[in-house]
C-alpha cells in the first residue's frame, strides 16, 4: 500500500485546483505546513485558514475546511506523537517531583471550598 499524501500537500492541491491567483501565498503557507494540525506554530491553524478564506469569499472551500476534509489523518498524530508528542507528557513520578519541589506533597489534598468564604 502506498504512503497517503500529506494533508498539507493534499490541501495545497485542492487550492491550486482552484485557479485563484490570490491564493500563491495561501498555498505556499499550506505547503510548509502553516495550517497543518501537526506541523504549525499555530494554535488553531485550521480557524486561520478559514479566516483567510473568507476574506477573499471562497465560502464553499470554507466550509469543506470547517467539514474536516483537510483535518491531521490518524497516521499524522501518531508520527507526531513519535517526533514531539510524547516527550510533552510527564510520568506520575515526574509529576509527583514536580509539585513536591514546589512545596506541595502530591498526597495532599486541596482545600475544601466553603460558600460565602470568598469576599
Same mark, same amino acid.
Given at each position: 500500500?502506498?504512503?497517503?499524501? +500529506?494533508?498539507? !500537500?493534499?490541501?495545497?492541491?485542492?487550492?491550486?485546483? #482552484?485557479?485563484? =491567483?490570490?491564493? &500563491?501565498? *495561501?498555498?505556499?503557507?499550506? @505547503?510548509?505546513?502553516?495550517?497543518?494540525?501537526?506541523?504549525?506554530?499555530?494554535?488553531? +491553524?485550521?480557524?486561520?485558514?478559514?479566516? !483567510?478564506? @473568507?476574506? #477573499? /469569499?471562497?465560502?464553499? $472551500?470554507?466550509? @469543506?475546511? *470547517?467539514? /474536516?476534509? $483537510?483535518? /491531521?489523518?490518524?497516521?499524522?498524530?501518531?508520527?507526531?506523537? !513519535?517526533?514531539?508528542?510524547?516527550? #510533552?507528557?510527564?510520568?506520575? !513520578?515526574?509529576?509527583?517531583?514536580?509539585?513536591?519541589?514546589? /512545596? &506541595? +506533597?502530591?498526597?495532599?489534598? =486541596? +482545600?475544601? $471550598?466553603?460558600?460565602?468564604? *470568598?469576599?
Amino acid at each position: 500500500m502506498a504512503a497517503q499524501e +500529506p494533508t498539507k !500537500e493534499r490541501l495545497a492541491r485542492e487550492l491550486e485546483k #482552484l485557479n485563484d =491567483p490570490r491564493l &500563491k501565498e *495561501i498555498i505556499a503557507r499550506a @505547503r510548509v505546513g502553516k495550517y497543518d494540525d501537526y506541523e504549525t506554530d499555530v494554535a488553531a +491553524p485550521q480557524m486561520l485558514l478559514v479566516t !483567510e478564506l @473568507r476574506k #477573499l /469569499g471562497l465560502n464553499d $472551500f470554507v466550509q @469543506r475546511v *470547517i467539514d /474536516g476534509e $483537510f483535518d /491531521g489523518t490518524k497516521e499524522e498524530a501518531e508520527a507526531w506523537y !513519535e517526533r514531539e508528542g510524547k516527550h #510533552l507528557l510527564l510520568s506520575d !513520578e515526574e509529576v509527583r517531583t514536580l509539585f513536591e519541589s514546589k /512545596g &506541595k +506533597p502530591s498526597a495532599q489534598k =486541596p +482545600p475544601k $471550598f466553603k460558600w460565602g468564604s *470568598i469576599k
